[in-house]
């Protein structure tokens, strides 16, 4: 008798809490297991795209833009093959040097400003909200950062891709197109933990874009956006290749236009080493600047 009533007991006090979170009063948290933290982070990417997708005009502008950058290097790198008078310069000829541009290219306008959006939340306080919820505040993001990613990459390997198959047909990357889906991923990961170790600072310092304009620099010259790393001089190659600048660019254009001269795993590994050590330096700046936190109500 006292196990039917327990059961009944158990019963009302769950049909409650299911009650007062439907009715809006007392949302219930899934439970803290693996996979109920995985359907959160899921829940969290889909709503993501489903903002991104309804910005049809952001898309337009941005397709635009990149149409016009590549304007500019198509004509640029024509002038430079012709003054060579080589078809090949450093191992790329003049279609490689364009879709490797293309690719790094859509990758560099693929990624959202991070910066802005930490900066927003600490000047704001939302920072002080977002740390309450039952939920990684770096996982959080970068989440809703992969899947910006992912739906912005994708409209710009069409724009782009229909812009290099007019120029000199449909390209035979072989494996290439594969290599780079998987270097992608380390790329976006990499690039999420250096935007966001510049833009933690901001629990410290009022503005970060300075930092972050330095950072994009980087990318665009020894990050291997302009150019592939084959084309600095020598000692200048020796310092990049102690970077993680050319993990986020070099690295998955290379693999796309050049996949017969890509060792993969030695790639792979090194995004893995800078993913660990980049990922320890945001938990620690992460760790100390939360302690700078106040939050003061409910």
Known sequence: MRIADSEKSGKARVGAALQLGADGERPVSPPSTAGGK???????????????????????????????????????????????????????SYDQIIWYILFAEALTTAFPSLATRIEDEVKNGDVGYKLTRPLSYIGYHYVG????????LLVNLCIGGLLGI???????????????AVVAIGSVTVNYLLNMALALCAFWVEETRGLEFVYHKLLFTIGGMLMPLELFPQMLQDVC??????????????????????SLVPMLLTQGVWIALLAGLVMLIYGMGIRKVNVNGG
């Open 241 to 262: 290749r102690w970077l993680p600048f050319q993990t986020v660019l070099y690295f998955p254009a290379k693999t796309a236009v050049r996949w017969d001269d890509v």
């Open 166 to 180: 007019a120029m000199f047909g449909l390209p035979h990357f072989g494996w290439g197109w594969a290599g780079f």
């Open 38 to 92: 995985i359907m959160k982070y899921a829940a969290i990417g889909r709503v993501t795209l489903r903002n991104h997708f309804a910005y049809v005009y952001d898309f337009l502008i941005r397709s635009i833009f990149l149409i016009t950058i590549m304007y500019i290097f198509i004509q640029l790198w024509r002038v430079t093959y012709q003054g060579e008078g080589s078809r090949l310069i450093e191992g790329y």
């Open 145 to 152: 950062y992969v899947s910006e990613v992912l739906v912005r």
